[in-house]
């Protein structure tokens, strides 16, 4: 069984880049077909996407932040990594990384889930 683990702070200051690391193990990123996802849950609101890479390494991302987001990965290591720079109070939320067959836009790429990670942002 695939297993996610997620790692990096929980506190981040407004305006610096938040960065979280997944950990994957019994399985590797560059399995054909798979994707690798980051996705976000503010309180009291739904699951957001943020964006993925997939197993060839092209990446995508939502359109609302697509332009402080930022995924990369180390096949090495079998880590991706999500940065997403000028963090605001608005990005505190629970952040997981996902991954799994397919895409998230066409439902898949969730089979497998990290614990989840409370980052907030405060000064």
């Known amino acids: 069984q695939v297993q996610l683990q997620q790692s990096g702070p929980g506190l981040v200051k407004p305006s610096q880049t938040l960065s979280l690391t997944c950990t994957v193990s019994?399985?590797?990123?560059?399995?054909?077909?798979?994707?690798w996802n980051w996705v976000r849950q503010p309180p009291g609101k739904g699951l957001e996407w943020i964006g993925a890479?997939?197993?060839?390494?092209?990446?995508d991302y939502s359109p609302s932040l697509k332009s402080r987001a930022s995924i990369s990965r180390d096949t090495s290591r079998d880590q991706f990594t999500l940065q997403l720079s000028s963090v605001t109070p608005e990005d505190t939320a629970v952040y997981y990384c996902a991954g799994g067959r397919g895409s998230w836009s066409a439902g898949e790429g969730r089979d497998y889930w990290g614990q989840g990670t409370q980052v907030t942002v405060s000064s």
């Open positions: 019994r399985g590797s990123i560059t399995t054909n077909y798979y994707s």
């Open positions: 890479i997939d197993y060839g390494g092209f990446t």
